[in-house]
């Protein structure tokens, strides 16, 4: 049984990475999603602060090829230890 995506690729894919405002966070986190997208424009990047300031959102919108490069990349954002949770 094979599954169907629910997406056409290519397409642009917003993908939102938080974690604790840390030093490196946001740098960890590009590289990670060069790996895998390496067309990523850096300067897209929005990045949001808690309102305490102790926690960062990152939406990165990439251009998506496959269900399979979007697999790996949620996987190793999800295996980061800087990283809480994805969206």
């Known amino acids: 049984m094979t599954e169907e995506s629910l997406i056409e690729y290519p397409c642009d894919f917003p993908i939102k990475?938080?974690?604790k405002s840390q030093q490196g966070f946001t740098q960890s986190v590009l590289s990670i999603v060069k790996t895998y997208a390496p067309d990523f424009d850096d300067t897209t990047l929005e990045v949001r602060s808690s309102r305490n300031g102790a926690y960062l959102s990152l939406t990165c919108t990439i251009q998506a090829t496959s269900r399979t490069q979007l697999d790996s990349l949620y996987q190793?954002?999800?295996d980061h230890p800087m990283v809480t949770m994805l969206l």
């Open 76 to 78: 190793a954002l999800h």
């Open 17 to 19: 990475i938080m974690g």
